[in-house]
């Protein structure tokens, strides 16, 4: 085949280190919105950004010419960086280290997109812990509890 062609769709999951609540808005807004443009600047869009304020939900179809690892450290590193700039107390903002990462086929687009858009309304009930939780367990990811947390 002469040409290389791909269309991976993957659910993108991180918190800010220790799942501070460091962003409120605006800056959550403004952050989802950097965020965008690294990865658009990557090959890689968002479809949807969403979240509270100690974590963030991206839909994105990942590039054929990065890997996902490659394209989270990109951005998390830029947007760090950027986010320290915001303002005093953001002097020493940082993501947690890790990430999850889970594949989405382009039947569910719709259905991830809505409940990225309702993550505000859905922590009402549901912990960011225990919603990462559910995410390893239907995705059959074994984890050891001790090294998913930082």
Same mark, same amino acid.
């Given at each position: @085949?002469?040409?290389? !062609?791909?269309? #991976?769709?993957?659910?993108?999951? *991180?918190? =800010? ?13 403004? =952050?989802?919105?950097?965020?965008? =443009?690294?990865?658009?600047?990557? +090959?890689?869009?968002? #479809?949807? #950004?969403?979240? =509270? ?11 054929? $010419?990065?890997? !996902? ?5 990109? @951005? ?11 303002? &005093?107390?953001? +002097?020493? *903002?940082?993501?947690? $280290? +890790? ?20 993550? %505000? @309304? ?8 225990? %919603?990462?939780?559910?995410? !390893? ?7 050891? %509890?001790?090294?998913?947390? &930082?």
């Amino acid at each position: @085949m002469s040409q290389s !062609l791909s269309i #991976i769709f993957v659910h993108l999951v *991180f918190s =800010t280190k220790h799942r501070e609540p460091l962003l409120l808005q605006p800056l959550r807004d403004q =952050t989802h919105a950097y965020l965008a =443009t690294v990865l658009k600047n990557q +090959g890689s869009p968002a #479809i949807q #950004i969403g979240g =509270t304020s100690d974590h963030v939900h991206i839909l994105l179809r990942l590039s054929k $010419n990065h890997s !996902l690892a490659a394209v989270v450290e990109k @951005m998390k590193t830029s947007s760090s960086r950027w986010i320290k700039t915001q303002g &005093d107390a953001l +002097g020493g *903002f940082h993501w947690q $280290n +890790g990430y999850g990462g889970f594949s989405v086929s382009h039947r569910e687009l719709d259905e991830v997109v809505r409940y990225i858009r309702q993550q %505000e @309304m859905h922590h009402r009930a549901i912990s960011f812990q225990d %919603e990462y939780r559910s995410f !390893l367990a239907s995705y059959g990811v074994e984890y050891d %509890e001790r090294y998913v947390w &930082d």
